[in-house]
Each structure stands twice: as C-alpha cells, then as structure tokens.
C-alpha cells in the first residue's frame, strides 16, 4: 500500500527553484521524527556547505540516490508581470499562489499575446505583489484507484521514494538536491562530498520522466538508456540485467531531450555513473501531473532491489 498521505503533503510545500528552505526544513523534521524506526540510523549532513541540500549516509555506501526537492514556478517582475522559474506549462486560468510581506495570496495566470506571437505572462490579482517574489501552482490533489493527478509530482514523487527507500536502506547514500529545474548547480558540490569523503561513484536519479509513445502509463518504472544526456552504456547495462533480475515491471526509455541530476553529475569533475529511473507522467509541469499506482509502486520496489544489488 502506497502512503499517499506522506506525498499529498509534499505537493503542498512551496519549494521553487532557488528557495527549496522550506521543503528542507520538513524533511529534516522529517527524518528527525522517524529514522528511529528505519532499519540503519543514518548520519545527516546539511546546512551552510550544503546551502539547502541534504546529504544521509547509510552503513557503507557504494551507491547514492539523488532526488532534487525544488519545483518549476514563476517570479514577479515588474508591475504585474511573471517569468518562469525552470519550464513550466503557460495557460490561461491556472491557479498560482505564494507570500510576500503582506501576506499569503491567491492569483491566477494570464497569457497575453500581441499580433507578432510575442507572449507575455502577468498575474490577476487586486493588488501587486512584490517584485521577486516567487509563485507556484495550488495543489489540487486527485486520486482514484489507478492513479494520482496533482501538481509537483516532479519531483515530490521522486523525494517520497527516497523517504520509503530510507526505511529500509542498510548501505548507500540519499542527497536531497536543489536547483535543478531552473539548470542545476548543486550536484556539483554534493559528488565532491561523497566522491571524496567516501570514495561513491554510482548513483540513481530518483525523478520523474514522460509518458510518451514508447513509456505508458501502467507498464512499469522507467529506466532511462539517455535523454539529452547519455549514461556510460556498461552501467546501463549493469542495471538493466539487475532489473530483469528482480522481475518488478520496468520500461526502457530513449529520448533525445529532457534532462536531470544525472547531467549534472556527468559534467562534474568526478568518474560518476549514473542511470535514471522514475516513473512516467502525463501533463508533464502542469498542475494536473498524472501518474499511475502501478508505476510508483515499481519504482519504490525497484530502488530497493537496486541499491541492495549495488
């Protein structure tokens, strides 16, 4: 049974690219109030070094999970103005809520377009909002039997993984990472740390991808061979043949574009492998984020097959 409850409170967390502190700031209560009652007490590492990052080690680690905390958004900028934090879905009446020094609002999209095409995005609201201030989608939870629509399933999903993998996990690393929908930053840092601290150099990208043509709904956790970034081919390899090992139901994605931690891992200066492995969505940086039971169960199964193999 999947504890959806733990995850519909991670959607509701305003966490945009660039200011993750309150969603680091939960996980950390998070983990303070429950490691008691996982199976290895891990040691945690966070604060100024790590700016919003968090960083829990696990008995002796080979391999480390990545999942990054922040979400797309939009920020003010002048008069009624927005612009987009990472790649957010512009349309017409989504609804977008945040705070500034007057208060918690309410506000709604509005997509202008003049005769040449050229958008422009302002907010509707009774007052102006503080330039700066940064805004996201209001959760608007969905669920039934087969599936779960909400906004920030990317990446709350992907976080919510490495929570469930953390109760059980005896030996690995799991960093909560920041930045990485508006282009990264923070990977860079954190595989330093554990490259150097503890000699890791295989890693798991625990997000989200796309339904597509090739990746549906239902079909299991998909295990990325590239997207704009390709992994070195024996890893995959190694992680494909571990995965048909544990018989938990995957799909092989190919895409030419998107991107994650893993890009980031490959640019930095360390010999990481890595392999991406999320379940597929529809409606992909909107508000309505769609994913089907059956695949979030595969990749919580899956991580845990993983990082027992490796």
Not at 7 to 35: D, R
Not at 74 to 91: A, D, N, S
Request: aromatic share 10%; glycine share 8%; charged share 25%.
């Amino acid at each position: 049974m999947i504890p959806t409850h733990l995850l519909k409170e991670l959607v509701k967390i305003h966490a945009p690219s660039g200011n993750e502190s309150a969603m680091t700031e939960f996980l950390l209560e998070y983990i303070t109030q429950n490691q008691s009652k996982w199976k290895v007490q891990p040691e945690i590492f966070h604060g100024d070094e790590f700016q919003d990052c968090i960083v829990l080690k696990f008995g002796k680690p080979t391999t480390a999970v990545f999942a990054h905390i922040d979400s797309i958004g939009f920020t003010v900028k002048y008069g009624k103005e927005l612009i987009k934090i990472g790649g957010p879905r512009i349309e017409d009446g989504y609804k977008l809520c945040g705070s500034d020094s007057k208060g918690y609002f309410e506000t709604e999209l509005v997509v202008l377009e003049n005769e040449q095409g050229d958008r422009k995005l302002e907010y509707l609201l009774d007052r102006n909002i503080e330039r700066g201030t940064d805004l996201t989608f209001i959760p608007n939870w969905r669920e039934d039997e087969d599936y779960i629509q909400c906004c920030y399933m990317d990446n709350r999903l992907g976080v919510f993984n490495a929570l469930q993998l953390a109760e059980t996990l005896e030996n690995g690393v799991i960093c909560f990472s920041t930045y990485e929908e508006h282009g990264g930053g923070s990977v860079g840092f954190l595989a330093k740390f554990i490259y150097e601290k503890w000699q890791v150099k295989q890693a798991l990208i625990s997000d989200i991808t796309w339904v597509t043509e090739g990746v549906e709904h239902g079909k299991g956790v998909a295990i990325s061979m590239r997207d704009s970034g390709i992994p070195r081919r024996s890893y995959i390899n190694k992680i494909v043949d571990l995965a048909k090992k544990s018989k938990i139901p995957f799909q092989l994605e190919v895409e030419s574009a998107g991107g994650s931690d893993g890009n980031q891992l490959q640019k930095s200066p360390y010999p990481f492998d890595w392999v991406f492995i999320g379940a597929p969505e529809d409606h992909v940086h909107t508000p309505d984020e769609k994913v089907h039971k059956k695949d979030i169960q595969a990749m919580l199964d899956m991580y845990r097959f993983l990082m027992k193999e490796l």
